[in-house]
């Protein structure tokens, strides 16, 4: 039976290996058939929707892997706004609103509000957390 999830996660890519679980998990469950709904990036894990991310040349670059993940399987990428703002993480709308020099949101992510955290739950089979630990 084909279940449908929402991956949230909170963990930073490099200080913790919840952006790398949830892709592995991710892939696999594509690979079985299974569907994944959205990825809902919150806290620290919004770092992964960073555009100006650059690991060093022999390290995965995660966010570029998450973004071709998602293009590749047109799943939607959400960055909470509150967190996304805390961090410095800002699409064209927020740079203008709050006049920065620059946007650094990286494609495919969006930026979007805890209601689409509440709509991936509820539309979803199951909801997934990958945090960061302790």
Known sequence: MSETFTLVITGAPYS?????????????????GHQIDRVFLYGDGVHLASALCAPPSDE??????????????KIPGMACIASAL?????????????????????APFEI????????GRIKST??????AGD
């Not at 805390?86 to 990286?106: D, F």
């Not at 979007?112 to 709509?119: C, H, N, P, Y």
């Open 16 to 32: 913790s290996q919840a952006p790398q679980t949830a892709l592995g998990f991710a892939k696999a469950a594509v690979d079985a």
């Open 60 to 73: 995965t670059h995660w966010p570029d892997e998450w973004s071709r993940f998602l293009t590749q399987h």
């Open 86 to 106: 805390r961090r410095g993480l800002v699409n064209e709308t927020e740079q203008k609103r709050y006049e920065l020099p620059s946007a650094n949101l990286r």
């Open 112 to 119: 979007a509000g805890l209601g689409e955290w509440v709509e």
């Open 126 to 131: 199951r909801t997934l957390y990958f945090h």
